[in-house]
């Protein structure tokens, strides 16, 4: 797993080479979040369906918050797919325009919400 992670944010590094720092830093969490979550999901196959399980609960709201992060990444730039393989270039709101803070709290209070409910998340798994 620690592997995953490592070659996860290796490749974030250098996709997101020239990327100003908000969005980088989403970038970057958004493509941990799914090496890491992808490596839960594959080594407990029963929150697949619907288990009531304190680890499949974590793993549903981690998987929501990525999802969040996401949406938020998208709003931001102003792009219709964050972080997609096809590179669109983050065009944030111009500073001083209305949005342009909203926007910027948002991506960031979904980056700490989503490294919030990691944390738990490893914490059940361990």
Do not use: W
Not at 25 to 32: F, I
Request: one cysteine or more.
């Amino acid at each position: 797993m620690k592997q995953i992670i490592a070659m996860a944010l290796l490749l974030a590094s250098l996709g997101s080479a020239g990327c100003p720092k908000p969005e980088q830093d989403a970038y970057r969490t958004v493509v941990g979040a799914k090496a890491f979550i992808d490596s839960v999901k594959s080594k407990h196959p029963e929150c697949g369906v619907s288990s009531s399980s304190a680890l499949c609960a974590d793993l549903r709201r981690a998987t929501s918050a990525k999802d969040v992060l996401i949406d938020a990444g998208e709003i931001y730039c102003n792009v219709a797919v964050f972080g997609d393989a096809d590179k669109t270039p983050c065009m944030p709101t111009p500073k001083g325009t209305p949005g342009a803070s909203a926007a910027l709290a948002t991506l960031r209070n979904a980056i700490a919400n989503y490294e919030r409910l990691e944390t738990n998340l490893k914490a059940v798994i361990q």
